[in-house]
């Protein structure tokens, strides 16, 4: 040939290796990392006695500090892993966790009102930090 010739070679193994890397991320350290650091902040959120939006808890109408007369509630933090379905799920499996998160009536008759105080769920500095906790476990897989 004379003249000038361009040849361009394309990859194509290296992003197949990315996108199967992606793919293979080991999502049990990552769900339970997002899950240690929303307990993490549950766990501040009681020692702080407020809401996940910062907004103070009202007060317990008993000596010491709200919802942590024994700390029952607060000590049965957990999560469950569901790897398949790539999630994982953070609670409390103490009968009375629903009605101190969301408040409702209570009692005989349901004569009690107890008022909601919200201890667990997400802020925005929180997801921030679950998104950079993701973006972290898929820029270690794309190490290729």
Do not use: C
Request: hydrophobic share 35%; proline share 3%; charged share 25%.
């Amino acid at each position: 040939m004379t003249g000038i010739a361009l040849h361009y070679n394309i990859d194509i193994e290296h992003p197949i290796r990315g996108l199967d890397a992606l793919a293979n991320v080991d999502r049990s350290a990552l769900l339970t990392d997002i899950a240690e650091l929303v307990i993490e902040d549950t766990l501040e959120n009681f020692e702080n006695e407020r809401a996940p939006d910062g907004t103070p808890w009202i007060p317990s109408q008993r000596d010491g500090k709200t919802l942590q007369d024994k700390g029952h509630l607060r000590d049965s933090l957990t999560y469950v892993l569901a790897i398949q379905e790539s999630n994982v799920e953070i609670g409390s499996n103490m009968d009375y966790a629903a009605i101190h998160q969301f408040g409702g009536h209570a009692g005989k008759n349901h004569s009690v009102k107890i008022d909601a105080r919200p201890y667990l769920g997400l802020n925005d500095d929180l997801r921030q930090e679950i998104g950079n906790t993701v973006l972290w476990y898929h820029e270690q897989a794309l190490q290729l």
